[in-house]
């Protein structure tokens, strides 16, 4: 019998074997042009359901940390990074007010709502009073025909109702941009670093190409 998180290496080991170079790339760029703007340079962020780390890796942070519970999140993290194979919502090991942002990317259509909301109230917990939530989440309302070409989607999300549970467990939104990046990496994204420059220069172009999208959230005062 297989564990959970055995299963978790096969699917995304499959998924993802012939796009490594394309998403190194891609999140090189991102972050530096779009989401290091919201991280200080010498803060602590903790990247949640980090996957192959794509993020923390390439933010520019002053401590690193990925949780995720596929094991293989020590192997893809880079140096100075430090990894946790745990739970969203039981990362014991991570201190409470010890974070100033965390990162979650593509991860609550994987997990049903009550996961959502009690990795909501966790993040919460490590984070300090003046920290952020940064979330990139595929928008169900703008994706719909091709939101369970996954196997593992579970659930669907749109802003409307990420912004509904950040207020029940205990956030205030500060940023809600609906529609921000395309649906995957397979999409209609610019191929190449300088087109996808020149896309997050254009926020025209998120309100007819965008289908994920981006929130920063704070705890609530």
């Known amino acids: 019998m297989t ?5 978790l290496r096969t699917l995304y080991g499959n998924r993802f074997e012939d796009q490594e170079r394309q998403r190194t790339d891609l999140w090189q760029v991102l972050c530096s042009e779009f ?8 803060a602590t962020v903790l990247d949640v359901a980090a996957g192959h780390c794509e993020f923390i890796n390439n933010i520019d942070a002053g401590h690193k940390l990925a949780v995720d519970l596929n094991p293989d999140v020590a192997l893809r993290a880079g140096a100075g990074v430090d990894t946790y194979v745990t739970r969203s919502d039981d990362m014991a090991d991570i201190g409470t007010g010890s974070v ?5 990317s593509n991860f609550f259509e994987h997990v049903p709502r009550e996961v ?12 300090k009073p003046s920290g952020k939530l940064l979330i990139l989440q595929p928008n169900v309302r703008y994706c719909a025909r091709d939101y369970w070409m996954f196997f593992d989607h579970i659930t669907p999300v749109d802003d409307r109702a990420l912004v509904e549970v950040l207020r029940a467990t205990g956030y205030d939104t500060e940023v809600c941009l609906p529609r921000f990046l ?14 996808v420059k020149m896309y997050l220069k254009i926020p025209l172009a998120w309100k007819v190409l965008g ?3 981006f929130i ?6």
């Open 116 to 127: 959502i909301a009690s990795t909501l109230v966790e993040v919460r917990r490590v984070l």
């Open 216 to 221: 920063v959230a704070s705890p609530a005062g």
């Open 3 to 7: 564990t959970e998180s055995e299963d």
């Open 211 to 213: 289908a994920q999208a």
């Open 35 to 42: 989401f290091q703007r919201w991280v200080p340079r010498d």
């Open 100 to 104: 100033d942002r965390v990162f979650i």
């Open 182 to 195: 395309p649906y995957t990496t397979k999409g209609r994204l610019p191929a190449g670093p300088g087109l």
